[in-house]
């Protein structure tokens, strides 16, 4: 509950004074500037929560962003070194970053990416002095972020994605990055990747709105390396009905507690509905019976859950690490 408190207090504060300072602020390009809350932050928008209520706003048409919280800022000076292929200086913000606010998931991917790219840098530049070659492909071409025009995944590009991880993947209408098949045996079916799930993010970067040759790279990776993925899944879980007691525990055999990053799953009854269902402690429960919990009261997520009379349906995101093949 003090979670809770806490997270609702980050989104609420601007509300109760558009003045205050403890709030994000987006510096346009026309020299106009909007205080809010980015609670998304994809390819080419940032989703910002106001008082007003949630507005999309276009990174081409955004100056600057400004977090209140300084391991964002940190994060944010990372990224722009990296999009400039200077994974030393990046690192240094990420660990910064990781330094102020240790679990930081943003900072933690980011350093582990930054220091996986310097690490292959010196590897080829190693075998480039030998061979005196310069034409070795690097995976890191990723974070190369030239092009703006999104457009459907080639075939070449499924392709490339099937035969590295094990897994077909489509666009789906509003941007997002749905999973078509998975082969059995493959990493992504070691991960625990399932045929209907969403790929929200790679290495904590949306893979909504990207352009299609981007996702490619990213979700393609390179051999013998891992692939951090936040993935999105429904899963409907049926209520334990002679539990007549309304707690989350009896209901459906799973408790829940709010972080900062949202309500999270804090434990699984073994055998019971929850863990059936495929539910996992750790997981984020994003949607109730299609109700969004970013603002929602726990005690509302409670009645809730135990107002549905058999199923309860929840979108939940997971993270999983992804090992190419050899």
Do not use: C
Not at 6 to 32: C, K, P, Q
Not at 214 to 230: C, F, P, Q, T
Not at 249 to 264: C, D, N, P, Q
Not at 275 to 293: C, K, M, S
């Amino acid at each position: 509950m003090k979670n809770f408190a806490v997270f609702l207090l980050l989104v609420a504060v601007f509300i109760i004074t558009a003045e205050s300072s403890s709030a994000d602020e987006i510096r346009l390009r026309n020299g106009l500037s909007v205080k809010g809350i980015v609670v998304e932050d994809h390819y080419d928008r940032v989703v910002l929560s106001t008082p007003k209520g949630e507005v999309s706003l276009l990174k081409a048409r955004i100056e600057r962003i400004v977090y209140d919280r300084p391991d964002k800022n940190l994060v944010m000076l990372g990224d722009m070194y990296v999009d400039n292929n200077d994974f030393g200086t990046a690192l240094q913000y990420y660990a910064k970053a990781k330094e102020l606010v240790p679990d930081s998931k943003e900072a933690q991917e980011r350093f582990l990416l930054a220091q996986a790219s310097l690490f292959k840098e010196a590897k080829f530049r190693a075998l480039e002095s030998v061979s005196g070659s310069a034409a070795l492909l690097d995976w890191d071409e990723f974070l190369d972020s030239q092009k703006n025009v999104r457009g459907h995944l080639s075939e070449e590009e499924k392709q490339l994605v099937a035969e590295r991880i094990g897994m077909q993947i489509e666009n789906t209408g509003d941007g997002r990055v749905m999973v078509v098949d998975v082969l059995i045996g493959s990493p992504v079916d070691k991960a625990g990747i399932n045929k209907g799930d969403i790929v929200i993010s790679a290495w904590g970067r949306s893979l909504r709105y990207m352009p299609a040759e981007e996702v490619a790279k990213m979700l393609s990776g390179s051999r013998n390396r891992e692939i951090n993925l936040d993935i999105s899944r429904h899963i409907n879980i049926t209520k334990d009905n002679p539990r007549i007691l309304k707690f989350p525990k009896f209901m459906v055999g799973a408790s829940f507690k709010y972080v900062i990053s949202g309500l999270t799953v804090s434990g699984v009854e073994t055998g019971g509905p929850a863990h059936n269902a495929g539910l996992l402690e750790g997981d984020y429960i994003e949607r109730i019976d299609g109700e969004q919990t970013r603002y929602m009261p726990i005690k509302k997520f409670y009645k809730t859950l135990a107002a549905a009379k058999d199923d309860v349906g929840l979108t939940i995101r997971r993270e999983v690490t992804v090992w190419g093949k050899d």
